[in-house]
């Protein structure tokens, strides 16, 4: 496995959960890394990605925006999401992903990908 994703579970609507993903494998110079989502008989949809060099800018979808917080370790080749205000629509299996290319929303972007896990939001 290539990146190694980390930290779901389940948790009432409200709470918080911090995912962790850490690239062992992909071979090329990262430039971005995001995190994606999908929900059971939903496409898969962009969360947010961070740029791996420079100050980190970030971006996020309007579905999490002020409430998911992505950030980065370089020194450990890791990205996090913090996720706060959890709401049961939150519910998906997350992916993170790395990109050679850009910072961008477009799954095609990223070429080297997690095996997911599972966040499940209570109501």
């Known amino acids: 496995v290539q990146l190694q994703a980390s930290g779901g579970g389940l948790v009432q609507a409200g709470g918080s959960l911090r995912l962790s993903c850490e690239a062992s494998?992909?071979?090329?110079?990262?430039?971005?890394r995001g995190w994606f989502r999908q929900a059971p008989g939903k496409a898969r949809e962009f969360v947010a990605a961070?740029?791996?060099?420079?100050?980190?800018?970030?971006y996020y979808s309007d579905h999490v925006k002020g409430r998911f917080t992505i950030s980065r370790d370089s020194a450990k080749n890791t990205v996090y999401l913090q996720m706060d205000s959890l709401k049961p629509e939150d519910t998906a299996v997350y992916y993170c992903?790395?990109?050679?290319?850009?910072?961008?929303?477009?799954?095609?972007?990223?070429?080297?990908w997690g095996q997911g896990t599972l966040v499940t939001v209570s109501s």
């Open positions: 961070i740029n791996w060099g420079g100050a980190g800018a970030t």
């Open positions: 992903a790395a990109s050679n290319r850009k910072l961008s929303s477009s799954s095609s972007d990223y070429d080297c």
């Open positions: 494998g992909c071979t090329f110079s990262t430039l971005a």
